[in-house]
Each structure stands twice: as C-alpha cells, then as structure tokens.
C-alpha cells in the first residue's frame, strides 16, 4: 500500500489512468488506516480505561452533537439522490438514528449513556456544555453533504468501514474498566455493531460502482479524508480541554461545575 | 378576510402586533383561496374532461417531475430540524412517497399513471421531455428549504391543506371523462386523500405553534405564496405549451413525435 500513500493527502492528476474499483477501495482503506479516529490518544485512554470519569463525561456530551447531526446529515443526503432505490435504502440510517414507531432510535441509546453519566437531558440537548469545535465540526460535515455531490456526500460516510472495530474495541474497554457501564448503557455500540456493516456495505459498494472518473475518485477520498478529519478533531478538541493542557473554553461544560445530576 | 388581503402580497410591518394562532391560519387558508393551483384554468379543464388524452399526458409527464422531487425536498426538510420528534414525524412523508419495505411508495403509484397513458419509464424518470419551467420550479422548492429556516420550510408544505379537495375532484373527475383511468391508476390520488390531511395536520399544528413573531409569520405566509407559485407556474408552463399558444419549446415532448409505447 505504501506506493499510494500519496493519494491520501493530494488528488492524483486529471490525466491519470482511474483505478480500478479494487485499487480505490485499497485507497479509500489506506485513509483509514491513517486518518481514523481509533488512532486518536484519546480513544487510546478511553478503552485501555485511563480516561477519568469526568473525562468520560466530557467525550460523551460532545458526541452527542455528532449523534444528533447525523439524521440531518442524512436528510441532506436524501435531498441530493436522485434515485428512488438508493433512497429507500439510505433511509434506513435515518429510521436507526431517529428512530421509528415503537424503535426509539440510536439518539435516544445515546441519552441513556449520557444519563448513566449523570448528565440532565436538557443540558445534553441543548449543546451548550459542548465544545464549540465539537459542533463546528458536525455542522461542516451536514454542510459537507449539501454543498458536494450525492455520490461525494455518501463517500463521506465511508468511516463506518472502520467503525465495528472501534465500537468492539469500546465495549469491551468500557465493561472492563468502568463502573458506570453495563449492557443498556452500551446498547447504542451494541446496535452499531449490526447496523455499520450493512450501512457500510451499501455505501462501499455504490462508491466503488459510480466512482469511475480520476475527479470522482479524488472526490471521495477527498470525503473520506474530510470526514476522519470531522471526528479527529473533536477528540483533538476534548483532548485539549479536558487532558491537556486542559484549557476548558468559555461556557463549555467544566467538571464537577454543575450541570450535572 | 377581506382585511387580510394585503398579508398575502407584502410583509406586515415589524412593529405590528403579531396575529393570534386562529388569525395566522386564516391568513394561511386565505392565500390557498386565492392562490392554489385548483383555481388554474389547465385544472378546471383537466377535471371537467376537456383536457385531450395528449393534454393528459403533459401533464402527468410534467408532474412527475414534482413526485420525483417531494422526498429530496424532505430530506432537506430533515436536515434543517433540530428537534427529534418533529424529524420523526416528518419521516413519514419520504417513507410515503418513495416507499419503505413492501410499500413501493407513492411516486411508483405516479407512474403507474404514466405507464397508463402509453409513457416508457425511462422517458418519464429521465425528465428529459419535461418543460425546463417545471423542472425549474421544483428544484426551486428543494433549494427553497435548504435555503430557509425549518419553520418556513415546514410552511412551504402547507398547500396540502388544500390538496384533499383537488384531489377528490380529480378522482371523480378524471373516473368520469378518461377511458386510460381505472382505481388501479388512481390509486396515487386515493392515497393522498389519507395521507395529506395527516401531514398537514402536523405541519399546520407546528407553524401555528411556532410563528409567534410577526418575521416568522410574514415568513410562513411568503413560504405557502411561494409553494403556490410553485405549484400555479407548472401549470402555466403546461397551458402555455400543450394549450395556448401551445409553443412547445426546444427539447420537451411533443404530441404524437415518439417516446411513448
């Protein structure tokens, strides 16, 4: 893989010959391997259980701005797909995270994590304990979808290729080494466990058919590197904050300062 | 009403008192009874039988366009929602139109009717013989609640207020005076009589809740005058193409030249 290296960080020359969908999915695998957010030494602490409790707190009240971004992510997708099919399966995502008749959805599993913790509701909701990098990031990637092609935007959701590992690697971490957790606690890991693949599955495989071009594949490696980079840098943000050097922004939640059952 | 008129051709004043609940959705229903696109004259004739077949054809052909485009417009609908249960709420509407499981959704009911009146699918879903008016002004919808707040947005939804009394008139219409119409074809319509009323319901209930400044209100009113020009200009394109003058322009169908069975 080393020989293509090069395609992660700028995009290959208009007059190059494509690669073939096996050489992209390659690519599009290399990216992971370098950019994906299990590298972050955040994520290091958190499953290896080095993370304090509060510092457990502080990565869950910032994801919840990346879960609850994720149905208007895919909103936005919808509104870019022509094709009724694609849209029938992407909707799926939607109905997973929303959640759907009696399924009260993946954003709720993760309230129920954010309870475990202590944290009041409204405040989880209300983001205003988060991190204002935290939710720039997640605006960029809905704004990402709209502002790119349909077959970029689904590219750029290739980082569930990536994700059973991590969220296999945080359940066992977190059972191990936190009081706080059990099994209806890590029921939203537990549920991606399933439903990544299949996402995943049907994003790879569309990417790959419709990617022909030299532009459309820059483009999705592009997505791809853009997306890593939206979930790096919010563990680079709570790094920063609450382990170091643990300089807490103005508003942003501070341990131990309230806010919190 | 009479007093109201203004509201619907210009903004009221900032400094005006904000209208009661009751006042706002009479301001809403009275732009319907001025402006929704039952009062055209190309509806008058498509439901009174004095539409030719070929009239009929445009006119499914064209409409096909806005189908194609409801769930892309919300899509984005979704991803201007913050909040999760008007999101879930709002699920239903893609889930009727582009089908979930089983269901093969509304816009396959559409064309079941295009397939009645001798169309090939492919001709119908390329929008290639669609006049560029129609498929301007339903990307206009679609760009419209992208572009604007997700209480406009829900707004822009309200012509299906008026949307069960046309299509009843359509159903009776249509039964009596075209031999291709059966309740296999009109099925589309049929379901609609259900449908519509639910959602429009649901969004009448939240812009009535939620437009409580006279911004926001002058925003929901300009939304519907909005989505009933949206709705009015397909049909003048299709009078003035299939009608009167009857100058079909470069490229759309033409009566008769091929393309259909």
Chains 1, 2 share one sequence.
Not at 3 to 10: A, D, E
Not at 122 to 137: C, E, K, N
Not at 181 to 209: E, G, H, I, S, W
Request: charged share 25%.
């Amino acid at each position: 893989m080393t020989h293509m290296m090069p395609l992660m960080t700028r995009p290959r020359p208009r007059d190059a010959d494509p690669m073939s969908p096996a050489e992209l999915e390659a690519a599009l695998r290399a990216i992971g391997a370098q950019r994906y957010h299990n590298l972050h030494p955040f994520h290091k602490m958190l499953h290896s259980g080095q993370c304090s409790l509060d510092q457990v707190r502080a990565w869950a009240l910032n994801r919840y701005c990346y879960q609850a971004c994720i149905p208007r992510k895919d909103g936005a997708v919808l509104a870019k797909i022509e094709d009724r099919e694609v849209r029938r399966a992407w909707m799926q995502r939607i109905l997973d995270h929303d959640g759907h008749l009696d399924d009260q959805g993946g954003i709720e599993r993760w309230l129920v994590l954010t309870d475990s913790l202590g944290f009041d509701r409204d405040y989880v909701t209300s983001q205003q304990g988060a991190l204002p990098a935290t939710r720039f990031a997640v605006e960029a990637y809905v704004r990402f979808v709209w502002d790119n092609p349909g077959l970029t935007a689904i590219a750029s959701c290739l980082t569930e290729l990536f994700a059973p590992k991590i969220h296999a690697e945080r359940i066992a971490g977190m059972l191990e080494h936190y009081d706080f957790t059990n099994d209806t606690v890590m029921a939203y890991f537990q549920k991606r466990l399933t439903q990544a693949p299949r996402d995943c599955d049907f994003a790879l495989d569309y990417v790959l058919k419709n990617a022909r071009t030299v532009d459309e594949q820059n483009g999705v490696l592009n997505a791809l590197t853009f997306k890593c980079n939206v979930l790096w840098s919010q563990l680079d943000a709570l790094y920063a904050a609450y382990v170091a050097p643990g300089m807490v922004p103005p508003g942003a939640w501070v341990p131990g300062e309230g806010e919190t059952r």
